[in-house]
């Protein structure tokens, strides 16, 4: 019989423990916005199923569009700036 002293630990229970400390640091980088490439698929215009049109166009009310505050690139530098006279407006069906 073998005996066990106290406050042994296995070293699965570590290698648990080590695993779950690293998924809540990713889970807690995502969600405060530290990882950009999450944040920034999120943002996009196509991605959230909208159409990006020029700012003096605007979006169509007849067709029941909206402008929305996702990210645009009608220039396609692939830079997506906030200003809706560089890279267009972002119009969502609603």
Same mark, same amino acid.
């Given at each position: 019989?073998?005996?066990?002293?106290?406050?042994? %630990?296995?070293?699965?229970? %570590? $290698?648990? #423990? #080590?695993? #779950?400390?690293?998924?809540?640091? $990713?889970?807690?980088?995502? @969600?405060?916005?530290?990882?950009? @490439? @999450?944040?920034?698929?999120? +943002?996009?215009?196509?991605?959230?199923?909208?159409?990006?049109?020029?700012?003096?166009?605007?979006?169509? #009310?007849?067709?029941?569009?909206?402008?929305?505050?996702?990210?645009?690139?009608?220039?396609? +530098?692939?830079?997506?700036?906030?200003?809706?006279?560089?890279?267009?407006?972002?119009?969502?069906?609603?």
């Amino acid at each position: 019989m073998v005996r066990h002293k106290k406050g042994d %630990i296995s070293l699965n229970m %570590i $290698v648990v #423990a #080590a695993i #779950a400390l690293l998924v809540m640091v $990713v889970i807690m980088l995502i @969600f405060t916005g530290k990882i950009s @490439f @999450f944040r920034e698929q999120g +943002d996009l215009c196509t991605t959230m199923g909208g159409i990006c049109k020029p700012d003096y166009e605007g979006c169509n #009310a007849e067709n029941y569009e909206r402008q929305q505050p996702y990210l645009c690139d009608m220039n396609g +530098d692939g830079e997506f700036t906030r200003d809706t006279g560089t890279d267009g407006i972002c119009c969502i069906k609603v």
